[in-house]
């Protein structure tokens, strides 16, 4: 039987319209973009699958979830948010959700004006996608570094490494005193892809030389940045919950079906113990991710401590769960027609993308007041 909610955690649990949420995001993405199709897009330049993206905003509203209905969104939260992106995680779904939350969080943070406003409703409408243009591996808990700077009326600087820029339309660029709406596909801005191990999301370098945009100037962008940043954390954690879950799941079908002299790989009580191990650290993550989904949601003042923990187990348990899944596969785990490489590059890519685990128990830390 499920405990009670307490004041303390609030209901961790999953309501019948986030479990209904999940299953029409599950369907589509199962039907659209099965591991195979996935596998064969990273042969190719089409980074980000834009039919499926498309399918996912206008069909079922993702890119809405946490704006209020007056700004144009669905007037969800980010609950919905983190369901949506367990369930992409599980599917390592090439499409630019992460980006978009990121910058959906800032938009929202920064309050209500033409420039936002006009913004958001396209963002949430599926028919604009926005990026933060930050370093991908930069955290919450740290400044983030100005790389861009206003000479009269014109940006030039260059950001390296960002998350879901590849494909968008609008960079949301930190400049000092505020944030410059910039058209990514404008004059004075060049967009280079980057390496990166995980090719189901890839990186994007931006050089701004004579770009314009229009500056969103404000007392506390810089805190803004920050708790985009921080509920960045806490949906990237529900990806990577929803990314061991499945490597858990193909693990076990595995072993089930695979038989060695004469009895099945799951009888085996070294791997039971194995698995059983893993399953606890993954119901670990499921209760600080929710957590912090929730703490995003209420706009909890825990949500920094929420999110540190979230982000830095789960992107610990997610590397394990892959690395378990390539190993216990034995050698077809091993192959590239196998889709658990494809898991393991996206955990590997998650573990430093908003801050390693590392960092984020260094800000978590500093948060609880324990030494150095």
Do not use: N
Not at 142 to 153: I, K, N, S
Not at 247 to 258: F, K, N, P, W
Not at 316 to 339: C, K, M, N, R, S
């Amino acid at each position: 039987m499920s405990a009670p909610a307490t004041p303390e955690t609030g209901d961790l649990l999953y309501t019948d319209v986030e479990d209904d949420l999940r299953a029409s995001v599950r369907a589509l993405v199962d039907r659209q973009a099965p591991w195979d199709a996935v596998l064969r897009r990273t042969d190719t330049d089409d980074a980000v699958d834009t039919d499926l993206w498309k399918r996912l905003t206008q069909e079922i509203g993702v890119a809405g979830l946490a704006v209020p209905e007056e700004r144009g969104g669905a007037g969800a939260s980010w609950r919905e948010v983190a369901v949506v992106a367990e369930e992409l995680g599980r599917a390592v779904a090439p499409v630019p959700f992460l980006g978009t939350a990121v910058a959906t969080a800032l938009l929202l943070d920064l309050g209500s004006s033409d420039v936002t406003d006009e913004l958001l409703a396209a963002v949430a409408a599926g028919e604009r996608t926005a990026a933060l243009a930050v370093g991908a591996t930069r955290g919450a808990g740290r400044p983030v570094p100005v790389t861009v700077e206003q000479r009269g009326e014109t940006l030039h600087g260059t950001v390296t490494a960002v998350v879901d820029a590849v494909t968008a339309d609008v960079l949301l660029v930190p400049v000092d005193g505020g944030v410059a709406v910039v058209e990514a596909g404008g004059e004075g801005v060049t967009r280079t892809t980057a390496v990166s191990l995980d090719m189901t999301r890839r990186l994007t370098d931006l050089t701004l030389d004579g770009a314009r945009g229009r500056v969103i100037e404000g007392a506390d962008v810089d805190g803004g940045i920050e708790r985009a940043l921080r509920i960045g954390a806490a949906v990237l954690a529900s990806e990577q919950l929803g990314l061991a879950e499945r490597c858990l799941a193909d693990t076990v079908s595995y072993l089930r079906e695979r038989h060695q002299f004469g009895r099945p790989l799951a009888s085996y009580q070294a791997l039971k113990h194995r698995l059983a191990d893993l399953w606890v650290a993954i119901t670990q993550v499921r209760a600080t991710a929710r957590y912090a989904a929730r703490c995003a949601a209420d706009g909890s003042p825990d949500l920094p401590v929420a999110a540190a923990v979230a982000a830095a187990h789960g992107a610990e348990v997610a590397l394990l769960a892959a690395e378990d899944a390539l190993q216990l596969h034995g050698g077809i785990g091993f192959t590239w027609e196998h889709p658990v490489h494809l898991f393991l590059k996206r955990a590997r890519a998650d573990a430093l993308v908003l801050g390693s685990a590392d960092h984020h128990r260094s800000v978590l830390a500093e948060l609880v007041d324990l030494p150095a």
